[in-house]
């Protein structure tokens, strides 16, 4: 029996699985302080419960996620057919003191480990803090999409 959307079985899929320890960007959609939509891409890390981004204190997001915290998540790749994970949540933000610590498993998942160590090396000589970002998983969908 499928699995149906919006249950939270649907990132146990094989493709989401694939999805969510990709190389991919997500991209995270939220509204702008204006109201108008934004849709930006960023390193994720999910460890099983949430998805876990890292941002400098000083970017421009924050304050529009600090006024309107519902966020939408998309993981999709450029292979056909196209596989698309896409979550929705609400963002929490934590201020942290120096690097977030899931942004540098993302940044070695993106760059590889060397490369990874070295840009968080890099990142942590130009900041001081940056600002946890998370949120919880409410109703996943996962596509294969056929044309």
Not at 75 to 83: E, L, Q, S, V
Request: hydrophobic share 40%; with cysteine; net charge positive.
């Amino acid at each position: 029996m499928p699995v149906q959307q919006g249950s939270l079985e649907l990132l146990q899929h094989p493709t989401s699985k694939q999805l969510l320890q990709s190389s991919i960007p997500a991209r995270l959609a939220y509204v702008w302080t204006d109201g108008t939509p934004r849709v930006i891409p960023i390193w994720f890390h999910w460890n099983e419960r949430e998805f876990v981004l890292g941002t400098p204190s000083k970017a421009p997001k924050l304050k529009a996620l600090a006024k309107n915290p519902k966020v939408a998540l998309t993981i999709d790749d450029n292979t056909f057919p196209h596989k698309v994970l896409l979550v929705c949540g609400t963002a929490r933000l934590q201020p942290v003191n120096g690097i977030v610590s899931e942004y540098a498993l993302a940044a070695e998942r993106y760059f590889g480990d060397q490369q990874g160590k070295a840009w968080v090396a890099q990142l942590a000589s130009m900041i001081s803090d940056m600002v946890r970002i998370t949120s919880p998983v409410c109703r996943p969908s996962r596509s294969d999409f056929l044309l």
